[in-house]
């Protein structure tokens, strides 16, 4: 949750309240969480954020939320709905949300990407486990009948607003990106003429009927958001619900009554909103505001544990592997692809943390007031001199990875052998190794949007993973572009709530205190005052620090090499498969 109010913004990251996460013992797949506890979390901070910053409630003029894409189920008050399998499955549970990284729904996964539908195209062809529909799905056939359709179901940005206004006005942004709704009007060659005319009113009959889905169907999809126009309000970004923070909400919040409230977005698409208007620096030439035009060849790409890339374009563009095209996901008309990478950051810990050298690395940081990272860089450039190695890429050329945490493959050619460089030294190689693979499987995802008609020329950074400096380089050096790094990389996701806080506190002015209350006036008000939202992200992204590709000749010859060894790896792992699939059959 974040606010619109500019003297509030500065202190966006200060206090921190750690959420619970519920594993079962007996099922890795699972990872539940309760709302009750995020939105207790979320009131403490926001309450914590007024008191250290000395701001008044009355200067808050605009609330947003951004969350994880989670399955939120609650019934027709409110009361969380339990998602634990067992006997306490459907009834009043605090256990009521299904993480994103749950994986419970593998099966029904697969059987839904067996179906063809049109509505696949919208997902890069395939839809993911941990994606609503597989995991509604799931529910609908671990609960009994009667249980189920008492469920109202909400992805969790969705859920915030509804807890925060009493409204059940859904976003653009969590139907869309994960609930395979097709917004209606969305002309696309990725449906026949006949899906088109099905899938009018953004949701299709036949996809939920086919799978199984069909009591949505029956009641008029009014358990995961409704009929545009009918029985549902859709809306676009930041634009104000409601009638803004009800009493209760404002109470716990220590905020003021109606404050607005902007329809959510999942975090990833707030940190492309909180760092993609960047200007960056030029040199000597003079930084000019980007357009909103300009943001189609922008990559915003959110590194914490994982990695998310965005883009937006002003038509849909169908990327064989990578999510969307998304039409209204943030701004009306434009759409969005996102690509990804799991457990990037988790990968880079595993990588380092579980080699026999990690102490040793951490008592060196501790002497030398550092850190790990700067431990494994200086010891990297030792291992150059020692070998009259031109870069550490040269250093590890012989050395090659896969970056997929679950099925991570650390490749060496038996004529070389990383232990040659010592204990540290061979964790500094492995790290580097490590980086490189990220960066190179960065590039594969670029390469397969510019091949469909993307045009990208820089990365736009946020989270953890931007303060990883030799990281940065090599995205840069591998993908041949700029990579723009805002002053306050950890701050951006939230930062881009605040954006659409200030943006829904801006409509709402505009409105005189007139609600959005049909879809007709959602769909006026998003499209103009889309140039407004621009305006307000413009005004409130820092600049950031541009890092160029800087590889030399040799270099970048070598990580072109290792450009193709990485593709040939992922053939490989597909042969390989088929390979096991035939012995079954």
């Known amino acids: 949750m974040s606010s619109g109010s500019r003297a509030l913004r500065a202190h966006l990251v200060g206090p921190v309240e750690n959420t619970i996460t519920y594993r079962d013992e007996s099922d890795h797949r699972i990872f539940e969480q309760s709302a009750s506890n995020i939105w207790s979390c979320l009131a403490k901070c926001c309450k914590s954020v007024l008191q250290q ?39 009043a549970g605090d256990r009521n949300i299904i993480l994103w990284a749950d994986h419970r729904a593998e099966k029904e996964a697969e059987e ?20 609503e529909i597989p995991k509604t799905l799931w529910l609908k056939r671990n609960m009994s009948a009667e249980d189920f359709e008492k469920v109202n179901l909400f992805d969790l940005p969705d859920y915030l607003t509804y ?8 976003s653009n942004c969590s139907l869309a990106c994960k609930f395979s709704y097709v917004p209606p009007g969305t002309k696309m060659t990725a449906a026949s003429g006949a899906d088109q005319e099905e899938m009018s009113k953004g949701w299709s009959q036949s996809f939920l009927t086919r799978i199984g889905l069909d009591s949505l169907v029956t009641r008029n999809y009014e358990q995961i958001g409704g009929l545009p126009g009918e029985n549902g309000l859709i809306m676009t970004a930041g634009q104000p ?38 200007s960056h620096d030029h040199g000597d030439v003079a930084s000019q505001p980007p357009s909103l035009a ?38 009306p008309d434009y759409w969005m692809n996102e690509g990804g990478q799991s457990s990037t950051g988790q990968l880079i810990d595993f990588i380092i943390q579980t080699h026999p050298a990690y102490n040793k690395v951490l008592d060196m940081a501790k002497q030398q007031s550092s850190n790990v990272f700067d431990i494994l860089e200086k010891k990297l450039e030792e291992l150059k001199k020692e070998r009259g190695c031109r870069s550490s890429t040269e250093l590890t050329k012989n050395l090659h990875l896969y970056p997929d945490l679950h099925g991570s493959c650390l490749i060496q050619r038996s004529s070389f052998t990383t232990a040659y460089a010592g204990g540290v030294g061979d964790l500094a190689m492995k790290f580097h ?60 996701v939230v930062a881009g709530s605040a954006m659409l806080g200030r943006y829904a506190h801006e409509v709402a002015e505009s409105r005189k205190g007139e609600p959005i209350s049909t879809q007709a006036q959602q769909e006026e008000s998003a499209k103009t005052s889309s140039e407004a939202l621009w305006r307000i992200m413009v005004e409130m992204t820092p600049e950031g620090k541009a890092v160029l590709p800087e590889a030399t000749d040799y270099e970048k010859r070598m990580l ?26």
């Open 241 to 278: 619900v409601g009638n803004g923070l009800t009493s209760l909400a404002a109470s716990e919040f220590g905020l003021k009554e109606g404050t607005p409230v902007g329809s959510a977005v999942i975090d990833a698409y707030a940190g492309w909103i909180g760092t993609i208007a960047a």
């Open 53 to 91: 910053s000395g701001v008044s409630p009355q200067a808050v003029k605009g609330v947003s939320f951004d969350a994880t894409c989670s399955l939120t189920a609650v019934d027709d008050n409110g009361t969380p709905i339990s998602v634990t399998k067992g006997d306490g499955l459907g009834k």
């Open 560 to 585: 072109d090499v290792k450009y193709k060894i990485f593709r040939e790896s992922i053939d490989v792992q597909r042969r390989w498969k088929k390979m096991v699939e035939d012995v079954e059959k």
């Open 294 to 331: 300009e943001s189609s060849s922008r990559l915003a790409a959110v590194a914490g544990t994982s990695t998310c890339h965005l883009v937006q374009s002003d038509h849909g563009i169908l990327v064989n592997g990578v999510w969307g095209p998304y039409r209204h996901a943030v701004f």
């Open 433 to 492: 190794v490590t980086l490189e693979a990220i960066a190179l499987q960065t590039r594969h995802i670029l390469d397969e949007m510019h091949a469909k008609g993307h045009c990208i020329t820089a990365i736009y950074m946020s989270g953890s993973q931007a303060k990883n400096k030799p990281l940065m380089d090599l995205l840069a050096s591998v993908c041949n572009v700029k990579v723009i790094i805002p002053p306050n990389p950890s701050s951006a």
């Open 163 to 170: 807890r925060a206004t009493g409204s059940s006005a859904r």
């Open 112 to 131: 839904i990407n067996k179906t063809g539908e049109a509505v696949l195209n919208f997902v890069g062809g395939v839809m993911s486990l941990e994606m």
